[in-house]
């Protein structure tokens, strides 16, 4: 509910305008990995608004940060710094019934549109046998995007828009699944996606 209210403030203030209705439409899917990439900070807000019950993998950093890890903790979001313990809590949310938000890259994507995609993304899907659902986020400023100055003020309002992409079935082999995961997201984030027509505010 904070992060509906949040995005809805921005909106209304005329700083963002947010097309990220297309969320809905996984509430009520079978258990899946969600793996968007992921162009700035305010990702895992507009994600998680839409989609409540979701688990979610946190830096430890972010989860220990008196400001935002308060409600990390209460909601039980899993830290990323013990490997083993992480992999174990994510793949028992998903046996549970619960999607897992995993950004593949780790961190905010830099170079763009993708880095690097970390293989502990299909090592949790494969251990927990469900698919991959990719999300690809579109914005038209790189505000809070890696590298961007705290103190450096955007051009407004900025445009985010999120929609669904490729599922990819439960992986069997981990490095090839990374590397397909890789070509997809290089590939479909190539297109351009955010255009006037497109941009919503919903």
């Not at 409540?52 to 903790?73: Q, S, T, Y």
């Not at 909601?75 to 999607?99: K, Q, T, W």
């Not at 986020?137 to 955007?154: A, E, N, V």
């Amino acid at each position: 509910m904070g992060f509906k209210l949040y995005l809805r403030a921005l909106s209304v203030m005329g700083a963002c305008h947010f097309d990220i209705s297309a969320l809905d439409a996984l509430n009520d899917e079978s258990p899946m990995v969600i793996a968007p990439n992921h162009p700035s900070l305010l990702d895992a807000v507009m994600i998680l608004s839409r989609m409540p019950h979701l688990a979610c993998i946190m830096k430890a950093d972010l989860v220990d940060n008196p400001f935002f890890g308060a409600g990390a903790r209460l909601a039980c979001y899993i830290r990323n710094d013990a490997l083993r313990h992480m992999l174990r809590l994510a793949v028992e949310e998903l046996r549970g019934g619960s999607h897992l938000l995993l950004f593949p890259e780790g961190t905010r994507s830099h170079p763009l549109p993708i880095g690097a995609i970390r293989g502990s993304i299909a090592l949790i899907a494969k251990q927990a046998s469900v698919p991959i659902q990719t999300l690809l986020i579109t914005t038209d400023s790189p505000f809070l995007g890696k590298g961007w100055p705290f103190f450096r003020k955007p051009t407004m309002p900025i445009h985010y828009r999120i929609e669904i992409g490729r599922r990819f079935d439960p992986p069997t082999d981990v490095r090839y699944s990374v590397a397909e995961l890789e070509t997809y997201f290089q590939t479909a984030l190539a297109e351009p996606r955010l255009t006037t027509n497109s941009r919503g505010n919903r």
